[in-house]
Nanobody
């Protein structure tokens, strides 16, 4: 019913920047929080950044001051601008959205397929 499509991952040198995008489509009535999570090899998936429909944001301590999350509600799209990238930022990044679809009253979590970010040191 809802698809999240990510783009913008890739290989970058330490100190460089990348911008990830995630567009939600489908039978969307409303989107609450949108965010980015990441999972490095051998580690659990962790929150990177979150933004509510009202624009409030929350960041992992490890990315504060380097990453900026934003969203375009008209386009159902969330972005994360990642600056001063470090080798430890290397991971698969997943987009997440809490969505209410047409003809329902419940919020449902949806995930993107993931995009690889590799930072070379």
């Amino acid at each position: 019913q809802v698809q999240l499509v990510e783009s913008g991952g890739g290989l970058v040198q330490a100190g460089g920047s990348l911008r990830l995008s995630c567009a939600a489509s489908g039978s969307i009535l409303s989107i609450n929080a949108m965010g980015w999570y990441r999972q490095a090899p051998g580690k659990q998936r962790e929150l990177v950044a979150l933004i509510t429909s009202g624009g409030s944001t929350n960041y992992a301590d490890s990315v504060k001051g380097r990453f900026t999350i934003s969203r375009d509600n008209a386009k159902n799209t969330v972005y994360v601008q990642m600056n001063s990238l470090k080798a430890e930022d290397t991971a698969v990044y997943y987009c997440h959205a809490s969505v209410k679809v047409f003809w329902t009253t419940a919020w449902t979590d949806y995930w993107g397929q993931g995009t690889q970010v590799t930072v070379s040191s």
